[in-house]
């Protein structure tokens, strides 16, 4: 009995991995009859569908799996199935025993449709990727996108965009991202003439990375405002337009576009994409204090990025304070974090609104203060400290910054009596940009409602309302793993 127990217990693991690769390998079948329905009847939801149920198995694939899934979906000696193949790792035991499983059930496919070809190159791409293979990656992405450029199909165009930004992946992680970059200018523009708009949406994206990964923000720009815009199709694509567009407005000076782009790029983000959440705080952060700002302390305690933004909440402090001394500590101790997320250059501009807030500190506490005194608050370490307080107090009387004036005849500042802030235009000024704000999330709710096609006109079956609800239980299944991995 007791040796028939430990043989019952030594066969269970191996049991276990022919059944997972089993039901993983009967996913795949499904989402290849799902992919060659949706080619037959033209319909794109079908083959985004398919998409998004391959982005729930992704952690389940192995080497295995997809060559029994490349014997059942290509034909076996063609050309396409022989380069995929040579990607994969040879078999073993376990495909010995995988294929005895499957080949009962397997088919001969009665024709290859072009969307179960590219979505083959897809699978393996994904698999290369998170087997860190980044040179096989690098091949496998070049041979779909050749692939894909001789295929003009709408129904593709979803498979597509998801090649496209695994190309710019698979590049990027090897170091060699300008290569590619005429390769995607050709793409965008065969994909605004084939009215590709989910592709052209993609391309557009990747192109600003590209460029704005080896700081060529003038040539970000001149694409960005060239290239046709339309309502966007992808909440992440549309994110990411939005990013990129706040860091170049940001480097460009224009602090208040960049300001709105990055907030609502961090708003709309969904919260499964961390790591993006806290490059669009980082900068914001960065921006808000450009503009004289001074975020809120809930920004640097959100659930996930404490500890990634206490360099930038020691810098706010800083900044806050109007510590000249203390900015360069913080400078200086982070300056790796700070290289590393590349807004080293925008930290270098914060020191002239350090010296603004302290100066506005002084005139708020002194309503008279000798220049020799305003430099040593200040902490200037130049060779002749008081004319550079001067020249500094000067500026921000002209800039409106402080209400004071210079007395040269004795040598310091005179500040003016504070006045009262509601006798200002400032309230006004505030309510108005709150109210903007709460109208224009109204308006991009409204345009982000959708709605079935044809309501108006037809009644929904209760074939049809079955199948509906079945797909809006899989997107909020799969959605936050697809969130995850696109950002």
């Known amino acids: 009995m007791t040796q028939d127990v430990e043989m019952k217990d030594n066969h269970t693991p191996s049991q276990s991995v022919i059944s997972s690769t089993t039901s993983t390998m009967q996913h795949l079948k499904e989402i290849a009859a799902l992919i060659d329905t949706g080619s037959y009847t033209k319909e794109v939801r079908r083959i985004a569908r398919a998409v998004r149920l391959t982005i729930g198995l992704r952690r389940k694939l192995t080497g295995s799996v997809l060559s029994s899934f490349l014997d059942f979906a290509l034909v076996p000696g063609s050309e396409a199935h022989s380069r995929l193949s040579s990607f994969l790792p040879k078999g073993n035991e376990h495909d010995m025993e995988l294929d005895t499983a499957s080949s009962a059930t397997q088919a001969p496919a009665k024709h290859l449709p072009a969307e179960l070809e590219i979505y083959c190159y897809f699978i393996v791409l994904l698999f290369?990727?998170?087997?860190?293979?980044y040179?096989?990656?690098?091949?496998c992405s070049s041979a779909s996108i050749a692939r894909l450029k001789n295929v003009n199909r709408r129904t593709i165009d979803v498979i597509a965009s998801r090649l496209y930004f695994y190309y710019s992946l698979s590049y990027e992680l090897t170091g060699d991202l300008a290569e590619i970059r005429g390769t995607l200018l050709a793409l965008h523009h065969s994909a605004t003439l084939r009215h590709d708009e989910l592709g052209q949406e993609t391309l557009l994206n990747l192109l600003l990375r590209n460029y704005l990964h080896y700081n060529l923000y003038d040539q970000a720009e001149k694409l960005r405002s060239k290239a046709p815009r339309f309502e966007a199709h992808s909440n992440q694509q549309f994110c990411r337009y939005l990013f990129y567009l706040g860091k170049i407005r940001t480097i460009q000076l224009e602090y208040t576009d960049a300001k709105e782009s990055l907030l609502q790029a961090a708003r709309k983000a969904p919260i499964a994409a961390l790591g993006f959440r806290i490059q669009c705080n980082k900068w914001a952060i960065i921006v808000r204090l450009l503009l004289g700002e001074i975020p809120e302390r809930s920004i640097f305690t959100q659930k996930g990025m404490e500890k990634a933004l206490r360099p930038y909440f020691e810098l706010t402090n800083a900044v806050r304070i109007g510590d000249l001394e203390l900015f360069r500590t913080v400078q200086e101790k982070f300056s790796d974090t700070f290289a590393q997320d590349r807004t080293h250059n925008l930290i270098v501009r914060l020191r002239h609104n350090v010296i603004r807030t302290g100066l506005r500190n002084i005139s708020i506490s002194y309503s008279r203060i000798s220049l020799?005194?305003?430099?040593k608050k200040l902490r200037l370490n130049s060779e002749n400290p008081v004319a550079d307080a001067e020249s500094i107090v000067a500026k921000a009387i002209r800039d409106g910054a402080i209400d004071?004036?210079?007395?040269?005849?004795?040598?310091?500042?005179?500040?003016k009596e504070t006045g009262d802030i509601y006798s200002t235009n400032e309230p006004q000024t505030a309510f108005n940009s709150r109210i903007a704000f709460?109208?224009?999330?109204?308006n991009e709710a409204v345009r982000a409602l959708m709605f079935p096609p044809n309501t108006h006109k037809e009644k929904e079956s209760d074939e049809k309302r079955r199948e509906r609800k079945q797909q809006e239980e899989e997107l909020a299944k799969h959605m936050a793993e697809e969130d995850d991995d696109d950002f």
């Open 135 to 139: 040179n096989e990656a690098k091949a």
């Open 372 to 375: 020799p005194d305003v430099a």
């Open 128 to 133: 290369l990727i998170d087997q860190k293979k």
């Open 404 to 415: 004071a004036t210079i007395d040269h005849k004795n040598g310091c500042m005179v500040s």
């Open 438 to 442: 709460c109208l224009n999330m109204h």
